[in-house]
């Protein structure tokens, strides 16, 4: 494992001799930048903005040229054994095909190194591959498939035709057997030609699907034995990539604080008990930590940035902090982060504690509440204080699972629940059926345009960093939103958003999404940016009452 100098070390330019360090190094998969952190982002956004030699575009140039891929920037402020402050920098994945660049950490395993076992054995199964798509769009190949397709063919053709010649034939000898007398010895000659005639058709035929098996045979061997030879370099190609992820897998190794060394498969392994997603290990935080603790640095507070143009699945905003990713990061880092003096959490917290749920409706058969926010509609992985549990531990007997539809944990407003069966199954079926009116109202953080219009975006949830959802038109469920402005509210839009489909986080991304409004939500701490609360209310909602079955509706307001 290499030491590398501490020249990588940033010295602030900003005077931060008054600003007090932070207790506790901040918890990276939520949480909001301390201080030093924010003016370590600004300090390196005004170097990244002074590079004109990096050979990457990240899509704020119009005039550049080649692929926009906006990146992840990391700072990590720490402290030298002297108690002098500075800040390491990082990027995830690699920069314009290069894992180093000066101002940098290194990563902490270099897939890139010319000299290394990855790229020697990349160029070989670069080989492999070439080889398999010049077999595989070989013009031999091509003239055996279409034999083999002319052969099909002709063989049902010529026995159909053959079918069909002996079915008129055996009809017209069946007519002329029931003229004849078999007494006859004229009659009886005519028959046994007859007989004859049917015996040589059946002949005939057996001999032609064999002359057509054989034919059959003969392309099929000489197919076979052309996609034996690639599946022999598929499988080549299978078991090579299959060990170079094993080695590739041993070499990222990770220290911790407490100076303990786990590689990427053991982290893994231990705590989910699955392989390493593909780019495991290259993010910015994973590399910081690691760089920190080989060069005897002590962390203090770290923030990770977007820095680029917003991808066409994920929301992602130039300058904008996020946390670190669940997928890829999360195991590295439980493991990196032990032993130092962490903030605790806030998923294990409970954020609806001391919070009261009104009821602002109740019949023998529904009733509603008005859902506060940072408050769970059901029980959660860590957390089972929710609307679900309040309500059956006010009402013990009720039947039925209760909860008809969910609103995000962030998102207060109107929510209907069943006291009975009947009711539930009758409300739910009107969900199903999109027959249930909702309005909910935003506060947006900016100005929109158009100012009303429908969003329509597919969604899915992101797989390396749940519960995000990402825009995908591939695999995504149809998401559909209406929308319409209803005021401007110092500088910021006030909106009315009517969903057409129900779809997890739909108007948080219909909202923030490029391709959507382009305007997060006020205090979007996912899509957008953290605030008091996520500007976000369901305050109207229209159904057919499960008992009388006329509508009813129900509207709470709430001024953001």
Same mark, same amino acid.
């Given at each position: 494992?290499?030491?590398?100098?501490?020249?990588?070390?940033?010295?602030?330019?900003?005077?931060?001799?008054?600003?007090?360090?932070?207790?506790?190094?901040?918890?990276?998969?939520?949480?909001?930048?301390?201080?030093?952190?924010?003016?370590?982002?600004?300090?390196?956004?005004?170097?990244?903005?002074?590079?004109?030699?990096?050979?990457?575009?990240?899509?704020?140039?119009?005039?550049?040229?080649?692929?926009?891929?906006?990146?992840?920037?990391?700072?990590?402020?720490?402290?030298?054994?002297?108690?002098?402050?500075?800040?390491?920098?990082?990027?995830?994945?690699?920069?314009?095909?290069?894992?180093?660049?000066?101002?940098?950490?290194?990563?902490?395993?270099?897939?890139?190194?010319?000299?290394?076992?990855? =790229? *020697? $054995? %990349? /160029?070989? @199964?670069?080989?492999?591959?070439? #080889?398999? &798509?010049?077999?595989?769009?070989?013009?031999?190949?091509?003239?055996?498939?279409?034999?083999?397709?002319?052969?099909?063919?002709?063989?049902?053709?010529?026995?159909?035709?053959?079918?069909?010649?002996?079915?008129?034939?055996?009809?017209?000898?069946?007519?002329?057997?029931?003229?004849?007398?078999?007494?006859?010895?004229?009659?009886?000659?005519?028959?046994?030609?007859?007989?004859?005639?049917?015996?040589?058709?059946?002949?005939?035929?057996?001999?032609?699907?064999?002359?057509?098996?054989? =034919? *059959? $045979? %003969? /392309?099929? @061997?000489?197919?076979?034995?052309? #996609?034996? &030879?690639?599946?022999?370099?598929?499988?080549?190609?299978?078991?090579?990539?299959?060990?170079?992820?094993?080695?590739?897998?041993?070499?990222?190794?990770?220290?911790?604080?407490?100076?303990?060394?786990?590689?990427?498969?053991?982290?893994?392994?231990?705590?989910?008990?699955?392989?390493?997603?593909?780019?495991?290990?290259?993010?910015?935080?994973?590399?910081?930590?690691?760089?920190?603790?080989?060069?005897?640095?002590?962390?203090?507070?770290?923030?990770?940035?977007?820095?680029?143009?917003?991808?066409?699945? %994920?929301?992602?905003?130039?300058?904008?902090?996020?946390?670190?990713?669940?997928?890829?990061?999360?195991?590295?880092?439980?493991?990196?982060?032990?032993?130092?003096?962490?903030?605790?959490?806030?998923?294990?917290?409970?954020?609806?504690?001391?919070?009261?749920?009104?009821?602002?409706?109740?019949?023998?058969?529904?009733?509603?509440?008005?859902?506060?926010?940072?408050?769970?509609?059901?029980?959660?992985?860590?957390?089972?204080?929710?609307?679900?549990?309040?309500?059956?531990?006010?009402?013990?007997?009720?039947?039925?699972?209760?909860?008809?539809?969910?609103?995000?944990?962030?998102?207060?407003?109107?929510?209907?629940?069943?006291?009975?069966?009947?009711?539930?199954?009758?409300?739910?079926?009107?969900?199903?059926?999109?027959?249930?009116?909702?309005?909910?109202?935003?506060?947006?953080?900016?100005?929109?345009?158009?100012?009303?219009?429908?969003?329509?975006?597919?969604?899915?949830?992101?797989?390396?960093?749940?519960?995000?959802?990402?825009?995908?038109?591939?695999?995504?469920?149809?998401?559909?939103?209406?929308?319409?402005?209803?005021?401007?509210?110092?500088?910021?839009?006030?909106?009315?958003?009517?969903?057409?489909?129900?779809?997890?986080?739909?108007?948080?991304?219909?909202?923030?999404?490029?391709?959507?409004?382009?305007?997060?939500?006020?205090?979007?701490?996912?899509?957008?940016?953290?605030?008091?609360?996520?500007?976000?209310?369901?305050?109207?909602?229209?159904?057919?009452?499960?008992?009388?079955?006329?509508?009813?509706?129900?509207?709470?307001?709430?001024?953001?």
């Amino acid at each position: 494992m290499p030491f590398y100098f501490a020249s990588m070390i940033h010295k602030f330019k900003t005077n931060i001799s008054e600003i007090p360090l932070p207790e506790k190094f901040n918890y990276p998969l939520y949480y909001s930048p301390h201080k030093l952190a924010i003016i370590a982002s600004e300090e390196l956004q005004k170097y990244l903005s002074s590079l004109t030699n990096l050979d990457h575009n990240f899509g704020l140039d119009e005039n550049q040229n080649g692929m926009i891929i906006g990146k992840m920037f990391g700072v990590l402020v720490v402290q030298k054994e002297k108690g002098e402050l500075g800040y390491l920098a990082a990027f995830s994945g690699k920069l314009g095909n290069s894992n180093h660049h000066i101002g940098f950490v290194p990563p902490v395993f270099d897939l890139l190194d010319t000299e290394g076992f990855f =790229k *020697k $054995e %990349e /160029i070989i @199964i670069n080989e492999l591959n070439k #080889n398999i &798509e010049k077999l595989e769009n070989s013009v031999t190949l091509e003239n055996i498939i279409l034999e083999k397709m002319k052969i099909e063919e002709n063989t049902l053709l010529d026995l159909n035709k053959i079918k069909k010649e002996i079915k008129e034939n055996k009809r017209e000898r069946d007519n002329i057997r029931k003229k004849l007398d078999p007494t006859n010895e004229s009659d009886s000659k005519k028959l046994e030609e007859l007989n004859k005639n049917s015996i040589r058709e059946s002949y005939f035929l057996k001999d032609k699907i064999a002359y057509w098996k054989t =034919k *059959k $045979e %003969e /392309i099929d @061997i000489q197919y076979n034995s052309l #996609n034996d &030879e690639i599946q022999s370099l598929k499988i080549e190609r299978k078991q090579r990539s299959s060990e170079c992820q094993k080695q590739i897998f041993k070499k990222y190794t990770f220290f911790n604080a407490e100076k303990k060394l786990k590689s990427l498969n053991t982290i893994f392994s231990e705590e989910l008990q699955i392989i390493p997603p593909a780019g495991a290990g290259e993010c910015a935080a994973p590399k910081l930590l690691q760089y920190a603790y080989l060069n005897k640095l002590e962390p203090v507070c770290m923030a990770e940035f977007w820095w680029g143009a917003s991808p066409a699945s %994920e929301v992602r905003k130039h300058k904008h902090f996020y946390p670190a990713c669940r997928g890829k990061c999360e195991p590295i880092l439980n493991h990196m982060l032990k032993g130092l003096i962490v903030e605790e959490n806030p998923m294990l917290l409970n954020p609806a504690e001391n919070k009261n749920l009104p009821i602002i409706y109740e019949d023998e058969n529904i009733l509603l509440v008005n859902k506060p926010a940072e408050f769970l509609s059901v029980p959660g992985k860590n957390i089972s204080d929710s609307v679900y549990t309040r309500i059956k531990a006010i009402y013990p007997d009720l039947t039925g699972p209760i909860i008809v539809h969910r609103l995000d944990m962030s998102t207060s407003g109107l929510l209907v629940l069943a006291k009975n069966l009947k009711s539930y199954h009758h409300l739910q079926k009107q969900f199903l059926k999109r027959q249930v009116k909702k309005r909910y109202v935003a506060l947006l953080d900016g100005i929109i345009n158009p100012k009303e219009g429908i969003i329509d975006l597919p969604l899915r949830v992101d797989l390396d960093d749940r519960p995000r959802q990402v825009v995908c038109y591939e695999f995504g469920k149809q998401a559909k939103t209406e929308f319409e402005e209803i005021e401007i509210v110092n500088n910021k839009s006030k909106v009315y958003f009517y969903p057409i489909t129900g779809r997890t986080h739909q108007l948080r991304v219909h909202a923030s999404h490029k391709n959507g409004l382009n305007t997060p939500i006020k205090g979007d701490d996912l899509y957008g940016t953290k605030s008091d609360r996520l500007c976000l209310h369901a305050e109207y909602i229209s159904f057919r009452h499960p008992e009388t079955n006329q509508f009813v509706s129900f509207q709470v307001k709430e001024d953001f």
